[in-house]
């Protein structure tokens, strides 16, 4: 799966801004979310198509970070996006998580649209971006 996630991201590097090579170590941050995140890929016909990574690690606070959700190009407005958060999620939720929390460029007016249909409210933001979270319920 780890050459699958770099090929991915190399794939859609360009769409990010800034891109993501420019603001990380591509072959670091793999080996970081390999090890330390849930991710759920999608492939079809062996080839990966997206995934969600985030971290539940925070067992202290019951509180989980949503890292990415990369769906490649041809494969949007199927729903794949909320479909991987659904799950999230579901997950979290099954397993005693309180909240979810992520970070988006304010630019990304797509991916924040999302993320409020899913509940989500900006809690702080930074020059360039949004902390957002959302609680988890029973």
Do not use: W
């Not at 991915?8 to 800034?18: C, I, M, S």
């Not at 016909?45 to 509180?63: E, P, Q, R, T, V």
């Not at 993320?115 to 609680?135: A, P, W």
């Amino acid at each position: 799966m780890k050459d699958a996630i770099k090929q991915l991201l190399h794939e859609v590097d360009y769409e990010f801004n800034p891109n993501l090579s420019s603001r990380l170590v591509m072959d670091d941050y793999v080996e970081k979310i390999i090890f330390h995140s849930m991710i759920v890929p999608v492939y079809e016909n062996g080839a990966l198509n997206a995934f969600i990574s985030f971290y539940c690690n925070d067992y202290k606070n019951l509180s989980a970070f949503l890292s990415m959700i990369v769906v490649k190009s041809h494969c949007r407005g199927k729903g794949l996006a909320k479909s991987l958060i659904e799950f999230a999620i579901g997950y979290l939720k099954n397993n005693g998580f309180k909240n979810l929390k992520l970070e988006v460029d304010k630019k990304n007016g797509k991916a924040i649209t999302l993320y409020k249909e899913f509940g989500f409210i900006v809690i702080n933001e930074t020059g360039n971006s949004f902390l957002m979270e959302r609680k988890i319920t029973d």
